[in-house]
């Protein structure tokens, strides 16, 4: 099996090449960190991108830096998310490919306190998510020439992640900075702030590694099945670092959780889930040993 991976070098994408190498599957990657991948100005594939001969699965990683400087910066974000998604498509249908994976997001579907299904309503009001799901629709125009998967993850976390919900909070945590809470709307008892479905990193792979080679359902919400707040990662690190977080009510309440119902995952991929314990004292332990000195 050939697998070409646009975005090898995310903090998803490094992952998962390693790990399809040690799976002994011919793997092949491209990157705008190393400059081989998408153009970094303008987000685009470059005009003449072809894949290797006989590659059987692609794996859409790609995403766009610039997800929250919008709109200033909204075309490069529609460009990785949307334009190159189909370029790379094309060039898949021309290749022969038998499968392509589109990496898109949790954050497409419309604010809502429920399990979230993969046929729950979508919103088209906010700029990552509307980027999204133009690149998943346009990508389902070639499901005549290939079979599409569109994974939909939700708070994907692990060691040595940043700029991320989890790495952020721990951060807060250790520098004293207040970690906001806020409300349910109508609840205003409900003092724990946003609750969202984790998933480790390590389980992320695994489930993307059983995609590439056995295939799945045509859309797939990629989250673990522990539901966890932003008060419990705060206090969980505050353990950790052997420091209290510092709490503060927000004034506007919050419109929504992130609580993915994963059924259609667990029923078709059945994965193995680390516990978010687990999984947290291991990004503590490479979170202390890169800024705090800790041991090895």
């Excluded at 939909?152 to 040595?160: E, L």
Aim: proline share 6%.
């Amino acid at each position: 099996m050939r697998v070409f991976v646009i975005g090898s070098c995310g903090y998803i994408g490094a992952r998962l090449v390693r790990r399809l190498a040690r799976a002994g599957i011919d793997v092949h990657g491209i990157s705008s960190a190393d400059g081989s991948g998408i153009d970094p100005v303008s987000g685009l594939l470059p005009n003449n991108f072809t894949l290797p001969d006989m590659t059987d699965v692609v794996v859409y990683l790609a995403q766009s830096p610039f997800f929250r400087q919008v709109p200033d910066r909204s075309s490069h974000l529609m460009a990785v998310n949307c334009l190159s998604a189909v370029s790379a498509a094309n060039a898949a249908r021309k290749a022969g490919v038998g499968r392509f994976i589109y990496l898109s997001t949790g954050s497409v579907y419309a604010p809502t306190f429920a399990q979230i299904t993969e046929t729950a309503p979508v919103r088209h009001d906010n700029w990552y998510a509307l980027s999204k799901l133009h690149g998943e629709e346009a990508l389902k125009l070639f499901r005549l020439d290939m079979e599409l998967i569109v994974v939909r993850p939700f708070g994907v976390y692990g060691p040595y992640q940043s700029r991320r919900l989890v790495p952020n909070l721990i951060d807060a945590v250790r520098n004293g900075w207040p970690v906001t809470l806020h409300p349910r709307m109508g609840e205003p008892e409900d003092i724990d702030g946003l609750k969202i479905s984790l998933c480790y990193i390590d389980d992320a792979i695994n489930i993307l590694l059983r995609l590439v080679r056995e295939g799945g359902p045509s859309c797939l919400n990629l989250a673990g099945s522990e539901v966890i707040s932003i008060r419990s990662i705060a206090e969980a690190a505050g353990s950790a670092l052997g420091c209290a977080p510092f709490f503060e009510e927000a004034s506007s309440p919050r419109d929504s959780d992130m609580i993915a119902d994963n059924h259609n995952l667990v029923r078709n991929l059945g994965p193995d889930f680390t516990p978010f314990r687990d999984g947290f004292e291991k990004v503590m332990h490479a979170y202390q040993r890169t800024y705090t000195g800790g041991p090895e």
